[in-house]
């Protein structure tokens, strides 16, 4: 749509990689037109290199590119993409980097291979594509996948889900992929969306062992905004920024903004 922006945010550079959340990810679902997928992107640089934690769907290429050519990059530069699980909505884009490594968990891979065609959100021809791909890095959790990056087996939302912990000196960022969606899980450690309720309330209780083990770290939801631990419960980095801008009247000058940033 016309006068499409990101809605991303840059956050404190920590353990040597500059951090910037190229799209905001938003905790909501539409309501008769299936998935709505707005998932969190992260763009990282740092020890020569250019990384994606999670690259979208269809709809985020237009953003991704404006966001490496802002920074004087173009897609060939990225030699990196970090995938927290299969789903269409984190994963589509790797077909984007010609040159990036795709790291994905091994058992992540595996599981959905097996996935029945035409099924669910798992999008078939990719993953099938990513097991053929010479640049495919399978990960197992405590792989160190980028210099200080390590990854965690966080299972729930799908089999073989990862979590990516990068490590400063005084604070770290957690990268929860729909492992934690959003900070409704996060405090009612209650998934939307999971293969197995319980094994997903075990990984949001690991999640939070993560986030309170440094003071200040961030955590970066794979649908919401990031946020710190205040007082013992999540508070938000930043505002929320989302809406939309539909045609309702006659000519293409005329729009309506419909604002998604209810409190």
Known sequence: MAGEQSNGAKLPTIGGWDIDIVVQGYPGKSVCHGGLGWSTIALLRGYGRVAFIDVGSFSQRSIIQQSLESRGLTPADVTDVLLTHSHWDHSLNWVMFPQARIAIGTK?????????????????????????????????????????????????????????????????????????????????????????????????????????????????????????????????????????????GETLDQTKLFELTGR
């Open 108 to 248: 992540e891979l595996a599981w959905s291979l097996l996935e029945p065609w035409g099924m669910g959100p798992v999008p078939e021809l990719y993953v099938r594509e990513l097991d053929r791909l010479d640049r495919t890095v399978l990960v197992t959790a405590g792989d160190e996948v980028l210099p200080g990056i390590r990854a965690y087996d966080m299972p729930g939302h799908t089999p073989g889900h990862l979590v990516y912990r990068l490590h400063g000196e005084k604070n770290d960022i957690l990268f929860t992929g729909d492992a934690a969606k959003n900070r409704a899980e996060l405090l009612s450690l209650t998934a939307d969306m999971t293969y197995d309720q319980m094994i997903s309330r075990q990984s949001m209780e690991r999640i939070w062992e993560l986030w309170k083990d440094k003071p200040g770290t961030v955590l970066v939801p794979g649908h919401d905004v990031p946020m710190v631990i205040e007082d013992g419960k999540p508070a938000y980095i930043g505002e929320r920024a989302a809406g939309i801008s539909s045609w309702f």
